[in-house]
T-cell receptor, first 111, second 114 residues
Framework: RKEVEQDPGPFNVPEGATVAFNCTYS??????FFWYRQDCRKEPKLLMS???SGNEDGRFTAQLNRASQYISLLIRDSKLSDSATYLC????????????FGAGTRLFVKA | DAGVIQSPRHEVTEMGQEVTLRCKPI?????LFWYRQTMMRGLELLIY????????DSGMPEDRFSAKMPNASFSTLKIQPSEPRDSAVYFC????????????FGPGTRLTVL
C-alpha cells in the first residue's frame, strides 16, 4: 500500500460544478497535511493547509479525518483556471521528518 | 523576495557526464529540500537540510547523487556520473522554521541525460 494515495483522475467537470478529491495516508502518526496545486510544467504551490477542524478558503474547503486517515478537498463553482493537478501532502514527524507527496489528481474544467 | 531560485532551468547532457544543479533558498528560511519529479514516480524527496546541515538523505537514490549546502543561501545537487534514468525535473524548496511550514518551490531544473 502506498504511503499517500490519490485518485489520478482525470476529473473532467463543467464550469460551475462542485468537485471533490480524497487522499488517504497510511501512517496514523502523520502530523500535518496540505493541498498543493501544480500547473503543467510549473512548480507545486501551496493551495491550503488542512486542519483537524476543517478549513475553508473562498471556494475551497479542506477536511481531515484522522480516524479514517484521509483528507479531502472540495472545490465549489469551478473555474477554468482551476484546471491543474492537485497534490496531497503528508508530513510524518515520528523518528525523523518525512514529507510525502501523493501522485496528484488531475482536474480539467471545461467551458 | 525573489522566491527560490534554481539554475540552470534546463540541462541536457550525455551519459557519464557530471551534472550540478544549484539552488538559492528564500532568505531567512531554515529548511531546504531537494525533490525529483518523474511521470512514473511522482514527486520524491531526495534530501533536506536544516540550518545548512543535512538531516535525512535516505531519499537519495544512489551514491552517484550528492548534495551540499555550504551556507544559508546556496545548495547544490550533484550527479556523477549521470545516467539516462536520472532524467527528471529537480525541484528545490525551502521553508521557514519547521517541517510543518509551507514549502516554497523553485521553478525546477529539467534534466535530460542522453
Amino acid at each position: 500500500r502506498k504511503e499517500v494515495e490519490q485518485d489520478p483522475g482525470p476529473f473532467n467537470v463543467p464550469e460551475g460544478a462542485t468537485v471533490a478529491f480524497n487522499c488517504t495516508y497510511s501512517n496514523s502518526a502523520s502530523q500535518s497535511f496540505f493541498w498543493y496545486r501544480q500547473d503543467c510544467r510549473k512548480e507545486p504551490k501551496l493551495l491550503m493547509s488542512v486542519y483537524s477542524s476543517g478549513n475553508e478558503d473562498g471556494r475551497f474547503t479542506a477536511q481531515l479525518n484522522r480516524a479514517s486517515q484521509y483528507i479531502s478537498l472540495l472545490i465549489r463553482d469551478s473555474k477554468l483556471s482551476d484546471s491543474a493537478t492537485y497534490l496531497c501532502v503528508v508530513n510524518e514527524g515520528t523518528g525523523g521528518f518525512k514529507t510525502i507527496f501523493g501522485a496528484g489528481t488531475r482536474l480539467f474544467v471545461k467551458a | 523576495d525573489a522566491g527560490v531560485i534554481q539554475s540552470p532551468r534546463h540541462e541536457v547532457t550525455e551519459m557519464g557526464q557530471e551534472v550540478t544543479l544549484r539552488c538559492k533558498p528564500i532568505s531567512g528560511h531554515d529548511y531546504l529540500f531537494w525533490y525529483r519529479q518523474t511521470m512514473m514516480r511522482g514527486l520524491e524527496l531526495l534530501i533536506y537540510f536544516n540550518n545548512n546541515v543535512p538531516i535525512d538523505d535516505s531519499g537519495m537514490p544512489e551514491d552517484r547523487f550528492s548534495a551540499k549546502m555550504p551556507n544559508a543561501s546556496f545548495s547544490t545537487l550533484k550527479i556523477q556520473p549521470s545516467e539516462p534514468r536520472d532524467s527528471a525535473v529537480y525541484f528545490c524548496a525551502s521553508s521557514l522554521r519547521t517541517f510543518a511550514d509551507t514549502q516554497y518551490f523553485g521553478p525546477g531544473t529539467r534534466l535530460t541525460v542522453l
